[in-house]
């Protein structure tokens, strides 16, 4: 024979599985939390790392990666015009 539980019975595990998985829900929220906390700590440390050493390559004179490419593209700009020159030259020479 199957014996029925009472609906009290039924109502008191509803409340324990529930209670149970919003302590979980609870602790995996926590985890989250600190688990951000410790990444932005790092984020934070190695920014300010980072624009110590650019301070300090300032200071003794480096280039930053933005006027190392103004200085490749001015050098392209001047190797294609001084490349023109030399064909313009060249054709003359030819011609006479």
């Not at 509803?14 to 985890?31: C, F, P």
């Not at 300090?56 to 190797?79: C, F, H, K, M, N």
């Amino acid at each position: 024979m199957i014996k029925k539980l009472k609906p009290e019975d039924d109502d008191q595990r509803m409340a324990d599985a529930m209670h149970m998985s919003s302590q979980e829900i609870w602790q995996a929220g926590l985890h989250a939390f600190a688990k951000a906390q410790e990444e932005g700590g790092k984020m934070f440390s190695m920014q300010v790392f980072e624009e110590r050493v650019l301070r300090a390559l300032s200071a003794i004179g480096v280039p930053t990666a933005a006027e190392v490419a103004q200085l490749q593209a001015r050098v392209d700009e001047l190797s294609a015009q001084l490349a023109a020159l030399q064909a313009s030259h060249a054709e003359r020479s030819s011609a006479r």
